[in-house]
């Protein structure tokens, strides 16, 4: 009876495993048709210099809104995306829109755009965003490309010859999601990073009584800007959480506390409406939203 029980569950895990190809495929098609579609968006999320209170750039996020399922929030594609190949064609797509857009505001301003592993891994990747940044007109400085620490995972001669290709384009570079993955502080000796994104697990929480995370931020805060490098605080939400990561020296704010994601006119709009002041206090009446 074990044994045939055993055969059972056999049988419905091979069955699991075909449906679920079955599904990454079904999506894949999806993802290939909605560039097609016009069924992809990016949305943009305002970064803020602690500073000045200014916007002093955008992330990239993209939005995919499905014929049936309507708006699908990249965490549930993007990692198919990835294990199919065909982030390739999303990430390309995601590069020229992000510069497109980029060139209609003023050149002061930045925009981040996600990379993933794969498209990392591609020697093409500096083309690429070659041709992007030439169609639209923008300055090569003014792309800030985000990468994870798993590009550091394969070794190697290839990832180092990659930054240093980036570099000669002329873009600058994020590393996204800090302390998050593999962390090794060996890489942070070469790899020409101009910002640290500090993940937003380490801001949550952080006000907390007794939290360590306040602790790490400030470590990485001191550890970035003896290196030259900007940080940006992901995911901030609260007023204390913006006082806290200020205090520890954070350059950038990115969270819900100025804005989530915006569609591009809106995000234009917000920068023509100036400093993003935060309700605190008194001056709650004169936030601006
Ligand atoms: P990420 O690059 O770390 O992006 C930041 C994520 O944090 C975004 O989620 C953003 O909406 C969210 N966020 C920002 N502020 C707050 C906050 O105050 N509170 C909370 N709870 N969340 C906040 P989103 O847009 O869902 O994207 C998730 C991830 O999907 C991104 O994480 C990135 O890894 C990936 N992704 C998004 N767009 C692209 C893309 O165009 N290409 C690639 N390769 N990956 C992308
Ligand atoms: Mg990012
Ligand atoms: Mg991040
Ligand atoms: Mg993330």
């Not at 549930?76 to 020229?96: K, M, P, S, V």
């Not at 800030?144 to 180092?160: K, N, R, Y």
């Not at 602790?215 to 900007?230: D, F, K, P, R």
């Amino acid at each position: 009876a074990a044994k045939d029980g055993g055969r059972g569950r056999f049988h419905f895990y091979a069955q699991d495993l075909h449906a679920e190809a079955e599904a990454r495929a079904q999506m894949e098609e999806e993802l290939r048709d909605a560039i097609t579609k016009g069924d992809l968006q990016l949305f943009y999320q305002p970064i803020v210099s602690t500073a000045t209170e200014e916007i002093t750039g955008f992330e990239a996020l993209m939005r995919w809104h499905h014929p049936v399922k309507g708006w699908v929030p990249p965490d549930r594609f993007i990692g198919i995306a990835e294990d199919t190949g065909i982030i390739a064609q999303l990430g390309e797509w995601a590069l020229r829109t992000a510069c497109n857009d980029l060139a209609d505001m003023p050149a002061s301003v930045r925009v981040a755009v996600n990379v993933s592993p794969l498209q990392f891994s591609n020697p093409q990747l500096p083309a690429i965003v070659t041709h992007a940044i030439a169609q639209s007109g923008i300055q090569p400085d003014q792309l800030e490309l985000e990468i994870t620490e798993s590009v550091f995972l394969s070794d190697d001669a290839g990832t180092d010859a990659m930054f240093k290709a980036l570099k000669r384009v002329g873009v600058r570079l994020a590393l996204d999601d800090f302390g998050t993955g593999y962390s090794s502080l060996g890489y942070l000796k070469t790899a020409p990073f101009d910002k640290i994104k500090i993940d937003q697990s380490f801001v949550r929480g952080a006000t907390q009584e007794g939290s360590r995370n306040g602790a790490i931020i400030a470590s990485i805060t001191s550890l970035a800007h003896a290196l030259g490098m900007e940080t940006t605080a992901e995911g901030v939400e609260t007023m204390d959480e913006l006082d806290l990561v200020r205090l520890h020296g954070c350059s950038h704010v990115q969270g819900f506390i100025y804005d989530r994601p915006l569609d591009a006119a809106t995000a234009k709009s917000r920068l023509a409406s100036g400093l993003m002041a935060v309700a605190r206090g008194p001056r709650a009446s004169r936030a601006p939203r």
